[in-house]
């Protein structure tokens, strides 16, 4: 069974920085799309940052873009978002997904039954 798993995810101080890990598991396939999204109650999830399953382009959305740093080695099933100068517009659980064979803008959509989720790892920005 495939598996995401994702850590990281902590309290900071506003300006601050944090670096989350994913690791998918499960599975001998390499042509997957990986991506973080993101969620704050009441609202809809948000994809931050992806990448397509063949690499090497990155979709990040306006609001993380500059700031946010999304990394892969290619074909591997780990990734990471390396977060810098975090403000509390930042709060929310962090999401990592994936997805076989699609690019990186459609994988940062989101709207996917095959897509595979996390568990989510907490971010909380104060200031």
């Known amino acids: 069974k495939v598996q995401v798993e994702e850590s990281g995810g902590d309290s900071v101080q506003a300006g601050g920085s944090l670096r989350l890990t994913c690791i998918a598991s499960g599975t001998t396939q390499d042509d997957y799309a990986m991506g973080w999204f993101r969620q704050v109650p009441g609202k809809e999830r948000e994809g931050v940052a992806c990448i397509g399953w063949s690499g090497p382009d990155i979709y990040y959305s306006e609001s993380v873009k500059g700031r946010f740093t999304l990394s892969r080695e290619p074909w591997s099933k780990v990734m990471f978002l390396q977060m810098d100068t975090l403000n509390p517009e930042d709060t929310a659980t962090y999401y990592c997904?994936?997805?076989?064979?699609?690019?990186?803008?459609?994988?940062?959509?989101?709207?996917?039954?095959?897509?595979?989720w996390g568990s989510g790892t907490q971010v909380t920005v104060f200031s």
């Open positions: 997904a994936i997805r076989r064979g699609v690019k990186h803008t459609t994988m940062c959509s989101g709207y996917d039954r095959s897509i595979v």
